[in-house]
């Protein structure tokens, strides 16, 4: 590991904002510590790194100091961070580093050097790598197809894999992903993945055993209370290639990886986010663990899937439209509590997006929409009002995102009158106006208490989703 430690020859230093002794640190954790002064000799910093991986088995820090903008004329100042250090300061740099070459021209040894160290070696590796291959293609024939599947990503999924899941008639989502997971996970050896440390809660595990040095075919990460770097490791390995990569943890602790999301939908990879936990209805854990903006800022970002279904089937559309991306990341959101898998909900048609999950009986007067938990809630107020005599549609949106990318004919047929649709989630209520009028949400934080309370103190009740739409 190489280490700038932001000292400069000069005397200037990031001292205000970091005091730690680095060698005292590295040698209080076992590892070996390497200075280098001068951090402009390259000769020095090649047998600091040939010394650390020849002269200890520990891991190894090198510490370099520089001089930030070394060679300009405001070197060892912020200025030369943020600021381009324009023509004549340009001039003068060159000149303190003897550079005598025109702009964009690029000398002769340099393309020499990258030639001889960069190209030809790596010419050299790919070459051996190819003919390591193709013996391997001669000698296991049957694994190199595998190989080869494996890295066009296209995992063949039985369609009645999930056939006893559906059956299922109450459950938590994430209980159901974890058994979605298993299944996939014996079909598709390439599946891998694990959680932050909460793998008995997220139920995001991977097959096989543990992931070790002892056991590198185990399909299970544990990745410790560490989200952004989960994230960030996911993201690797799908980009590696070959591997079909989850990464799961609580929904509110989506806010520590939310750069390593960002970046996936950036590099249009196909990583897979399991968030469990994903509402108020989380309970006594209290307002830290309970999102309410998350499903809002996920929801804003270009190129990511976000799903929230509604119960087992639902469930199942998610992870059908997750192993099939392949340029677009899915962040699969899933309750803690039980809900009722519902007679009505379609694993074909959730995967659409939105979708009429109950007709009413006459000419409908207005439409209840929802996603995730709350939809079985609009389900119950839609049967209130019906014995009312007021006729409503229910409509299922487990993923705006993919019902975006439908028809105009279908998401008219779907949401035809946006005046008269009241809107029911569990979270901050901004996203859903661009399809309903009147919306039931949360603009504020949520209490500690059972889930069941919770949502009650709360306003997520039968009661008031049918009084909010007569009242429309």
């Known amino acids: 590991m190489l280490y700038d430690s932001k000292r400069h ?3 200037w230093s990031f001292e205000p904002a970091f005091s730690e002794d680095i060698r005292k640190k590295m040698d209080a954790i076992g590892w070996q510590y390497i200075l280098i002064e001068d951090g402009n000799n390259i000769d020095l910093i090649h047998r600091a790194i040939q010394r650390a991986k020849r002269d200890d088995d520990r891991p190894s820090l090198i510490e370099v ?35 005598p070459y025109a702009p964009f021209e690029v000398p002769d040894d340099v393309y020499d050097h990258m030639h001889k160290t960069v190209a030809s070696r790596g010419r050299r590796a790919h070459n051996k790598w190819k003919k390591t291959l193709s013996a391997y293609r001669a000698n296991d024939p049957e694994k190199a197809a595998m190989f080869d599947a494996f890295f066009k990503h296209t995992p063949e999924i039985d369609p009645r894999l999930f056939d006893d899941l559906e059956a299922i008639k109450k459950e938590a989502t994430r209980n159901i992903s974890g058994k979605i997971i298993q299944k996939l996970s014996e079909q598709i050896p390439n599946l891998i993945g694990g959680s932050a440390d909460l793998t008995s809660s997220t139920k995001a595990k991977g097959a096989d055993g543990h992931f070790s040095a002892q056991n590198r075919l185990g399909r299970n990460i544990n990745f410790g209370v560490r989200e952004h770097a989960m994230g960030g490791i996911a993201n690797g390995m799908v ?36 968030f469990t936990h994903d509402s108020i209805a989380v309970g006594e854990d209290g307002p830290t663990h309970q999102p309410v903006e998350q499903l809002a800022g996920l929801r804003a970002m270009p190129n990511l899937t976000v799903i929230r ?12 439209v997750a192993m099939a ?16 898998t519902e007679t009505e909900t379609s694993i074909t048609d959730a995967m659409k997006g939105a979708y009429v999950l109950h007709e009413s009986t006459g000419k409908p007067e207005g439409t209840l929409i929802a996603s995730g938990s709350e939809v079985g809630l609009c389900l119950k107020a839609a049967a209130v009002l019906e014995s009312m005599g007021t ?16 028809t105009k004919t279908y998401q008219k047929q779907v949401l035809s009158n946006r005046n008269k649709t009241l809107a ?18 949360l603009d504020r934080f949520g209490v500690s208490a059972p889930g069941d309370i919770a949502t009650e103190t709360l306003g997520f009740t039968v009661d008031a989703v049918v009084r909010q739409f007569l009242n429309m």
């Open 9 to 11: 020859p000069a005397g």
């Open 65 to 99: 100091r520089t001089t930030i903008g070394y060679g300009a004329p405001m070197a060892g100042t912020s200025k030369v961070h943020g600021a381009p250090i324009g023509k004549e300061d340009t001039t003068v740099l060159r000149e303190t580093l003897g550079w």
């Open 239 to 274: 980009l590696h290639g070959g591997l079909i990569v989850f990464a799961g943890g609580f929904f509110v602790f989506s806010d520590y990886m939310k750069a390593s999301i960002r970046l996936s939908a950036i590099m249009n990879i196909p990583t897979i986010y399991v």
């Open 309 to 320: 279904p509604a119960d087992a089937k639902e469930t199942i559309a998610a992870w059908n």
């Open 325 to 340: 991306s392949q340029t677009t990341p899915t962040a699969i959101i899933l309750t803690r509590q039980g809900v009722q």
């Open 391 to 406: 006729s409503v549609r229910v409509v299922s949106m487990p993923s705006d995102d993919l019902f975006d990318i439908q």
């Open 424 to 441: 029911v989630e569990m979270g901050s209520p901004m996203p859903w106006y661009k399809y309903a009028k009147h919306v039931i949400g």
